[in-house]
Nanobody, 126 residues
Framework: QVQLVESGGGLVQAGGSLRLSCVSS????????MAWFRQAPGKEREIVAA????????FYADSGKGRFAISKDIAIRTVYLQMNSLKPEDTAVYFC???????????????????WGQGTQVTVSS
């Protein structure tokens, strides 16, 4: 069983920055694809960003392109989401997700991830 523990959420003014962290207990973290999703009240969970197992490929939702950056530190089993120029519409609970299986990967599909963190709240005030 893999545990994912997020941190770094909080309240920030529009235009501010936050860095989310997700620490994994997976002994095979170096081989896991990772992603950040978010879910706002009354809305479906949506992809924010994803990074492949090696860290060599990253993907972003249009909403975060140019503002967000995902990265992975295999040595400390941690994935980060740096969020800059935050907007009120970025307010949501942010979840870290891990994919431990191999094969074709649709990074936008929550169903393709095997493990999820508990979520961390991000609130952006106007």
């Amino acid at each position: 069983q893999v545990q994912l523990v997020e941190s770094g959420g909080g309240l920030v003014q529009a235009g501010g920055s936050l860095r989310l962290s997700c620490v994994s207990s997976s002994p095979t973290f170096g081989g896991n694809d990772m992603a950040w999703f978010r879910q706002a009240p009354g809305k479906e969970r949506e992809i924010v960003a994803a990074i492949n197992w090696s860290g060599g490929r990253t993907f972003y939702a249009d909403s975060g392109k140019g503002r967000f950056a995902i990265s992975k530190d295999i040595a400390i089993r941690t994935v980060y989401l740096q969020m800059n120029s935050l907007k009120p519409e970025d307010t949501a609970v942010y979840f870290c997700a891990a994919r431990t299986t191999v094969g074709t990967w649709d990074y936008t599909d929550p169903g393709q991830y095997d493990y999820w963190g508990q979520g961390t709240q991000v609130t952006v005030s106007s």
